[in-house]
């Protein structure tokens, strides 16, 4: 990659949701965006998804690890050798346990491995440094946010809410020089977004996910198992934060519900987590920009609507592509990375230090 000037990265995400692989192009110089590319998601299959289900929790070594590893490095070496022109890539490998208090964290996948196959330097283990030294190693897409604020000219604190399988929320104040100045950003994990309804719909209808929300536009909210959700200590906690993807499963047990209430109740349960975390922000926000399989889900967005009192909005109002923003976020952050400039620091993941993270692995 050369050393300097604006060059066209690629990235790649695989989520919590465990739906598939998510690529694009950006042409930054690890400051600005200049350019969006072409983008491209390769989607699990059934037995992927499977394998990688039954990775879920565990860490290096355990049973299950290295076939987990196996489907990511596979999917995203078939993904990413369609793009050309990549200069470098960013590659966050597939989180399978995340625990940045105790054992670190763990996102399965060989960048290396993916130097070798695709002819180009990898920057990969983006989390690993941050949690070493005493961050979260989560969020790290909001460097990449404070980056699209300014792409989009905006010129007042707004909030960029991704939901995922979990979910996090940066506060950007675009009006800072850089990311990383004081009072420029702040970012936690908000609480569970898509994973657990995902899970419920799983197990009760077999589909993946409710889509659009229907399922839970019939329902009514359990707002007693919402307080009692809302009582999880994780709430009472300083951010920055972060979580695993299953730290709340014995917290939203939605019991003898019906599958439309227990679908009404785990999309609000989403806002009314968000809600809570939005009481940490410096100043309130006048604009909620959503991205993340989340925003297409109309009942978590009207929760968000009523529970904020601010209308969420789907990041495409802003011109921006919600289903690939963390996969830009990647690419962006590989020439962070690759360049020498911070991806994380004290207020996104309460790291002690501004820290780039991230190995960066050349096909030699």
Same mark, same amino acid.
Request: hydrophobic share 45%; aromatic share 6%.
């Given at each position: 990659?050369?050393?300097?000037?604006?060059? @066209?990265?690629?990235?790649?995400?695989?989520?919590?949701?465990?739906?598939?692989?998510?690529?694009?192009?950006?042409?930054?110089?690890?400051?600005?965006?200049?350019?969006?590319?072409?983008?491209?998601?390769?989607?699990?299959?059934?037995?992927?998804?499977?394998?990688?289900?039954?990775?879920?929790?565990?860490?290096?070594?355990?049973?299950?690890?290295?076939?987990?590893?196996?489907?990511?490095?596979?999917?995203?070496?078939?993904?990413?050798?369609?793009?050309?022109?990549?200069?470098?890539?960013?590659?966050?490998?597939?989180?399978?346990?995340?625990?940045?208090?105790?054992?670190?964290?763990?996102?399965?996948?060989?960048?290396?491995?993916?130097?070798?196959?695709?002819?180009?330097?990898?920057? @990969?283990?983006?989390?690993?440094?941050?949690?070493?030294?005493?961050?979260?190693?989560?969020?790290?897409?909001?460097?990449?946010?404070?980056?699209?604020?300014? @792409?989009?000219?905006?010129?007042?604190?707004?909030?960029?809410?991704?939901?995922?399988?979990?979910?996090?929320?940066? @506060?950007?104040?675009?009006?800072?020089?850089?990311?990383?100045?004081?009072?420029?950003?702040?970012?936690?994990?908000?609480?569970?977004?898509?994973?657990?309804?995902?899970?419920?719909?799983?197990?009760?209808?077999?589909?993946?996910?409710?889509?659009?929300?229907?399922?839970?536009?019939?329902?009514?909210?359990?707002?007693?198992? /919402?307080?009692?959700?809302?009582?999880?200590?994780?709430?009472?906690?300083?951010?920055?934060?972060?979580?695993?993807?299953?730290?709340?499963?014995?917290?939203?047990?939605?019991?003898?519900?019906?599958?439309?209430?227990?679908?009404?109740?785990?999309?609000?349960?989403?806002?009314?987590?968000?809600?809570?975390?939005?009481?940490?922000?410096?100043?309130?926000?006048?604009?909620?920009?959503?991205?993340?399989?989340?925003?297409?889900?109309?009942?978590?967005?009207?929760?968000?609507?009523?529970?904020?009192?601010?209308?969420?909005?789907? /990041?495409?109002?802003?011109?921006?592509?919600?289903?690939?923003?963390?996969?830009?976020?990647?690419?962006?952050?590989?020439?962070?990375?690759?360049?020498?400039?911070?991806?994380?620091?004290?207020?996104?993941?309460?790291?002690?230090?501004?820290?780039?993270?991230?190995?960066?692995?050349?096909?030699?």
């Amino acid at each position: 990659m050369r050393s300097g000037g604006a060059v @066209w990265a690629l990235g790649a995400m695989s989520g919590t949701s465990l739906d598939g692989v998510d690529a694009a192009m950006v042409m930054t110089d690890g400051e600005r965006i200049l350019e969006f590319g072409p983008s491209a998601f390769r989607p699990y299959s059934a037995a992927e998804q499977a394998v990688l289900r039954a990775g879920l929790g565990r860490w290096p070594g355990e049973d299950g690890v290295a076939e987990a590893a196996e489907v990511v490095e596979t999917a995203h070496a078939d993904l990413l050798s369609r793009f050309s022109g990549a200069e470098v890539v960013g590659f966050h490998g597939q989180t399978l346990a995340h625990d940045p208090k105790g054992r670190g964290t763990h996102q399965a996948g060989d960048g290396s491995l993916l130097a070798h196959a695709l002819g180009l330097p990898v920057v @990969w283990d983006f989390r690993t440094a941050d949690v070493a030294m005493g961050g979260q190693g989560a969020p790290l897409a909001p460097f990449f946010h404070f980056a699209c604020a300014r @792409w989009m000219a905006a010129a007042q604190p707004l909030a960029m809410l991704n939901l995922g399988g979990v979910g996090n929320v940066t @506060w950007i104040d675009p009006r800072q020089p850089a990311p990383e100045s004081y009072g420029a950003l702040l970012a936690f994990d908000t609480g569970p977004a898509n994973a657990p309804l995902n899970d419920l719909m799983l197990a009760r209808t077999g589909q993946p996910l409710d889509p659009d929300g229907a399922t839970g536009l019939r329902g009514a909210v359990d707002e007693g198992r /919402i307080a009692a959700f809302l009582s999880h200590p994780f709430f009472h906690r300083m951010p920055p934060k972060s979580l695993d993807r299953n730290d709340f499963h014995s917290s939203l047990d939605m019991g003898n519900l019906s599958t439309e209430d227990a679908a009404a109740t785990l999309a609000a349960a989403v806002a009314a987590a968000v809600a809570r975390g939005a009481e940490h922000f410096p100043v309130p926000v006048t604009r909620l920009l959503v991205t993340g399989g989340g925003r297409r889900n109309a009942r978590i967005m009207a929760e968000l609507t009523a529970r904020l009192r601010v209308e969420a909005e789907p /990041i495409e109002a802003a011109g921006l592509d919600g289903d690939m923003l963390e996969a830009q976020a990647f690419a962006y952050l590989a020439v962070r990375v690759a360049r020498g400039l911070p991806t994380s620091g004290p207020a996104t993941t309460g790291v002690a230090a501004m820290v780039g993270g991230g190995k960066v692995s050349r096909p030699d």
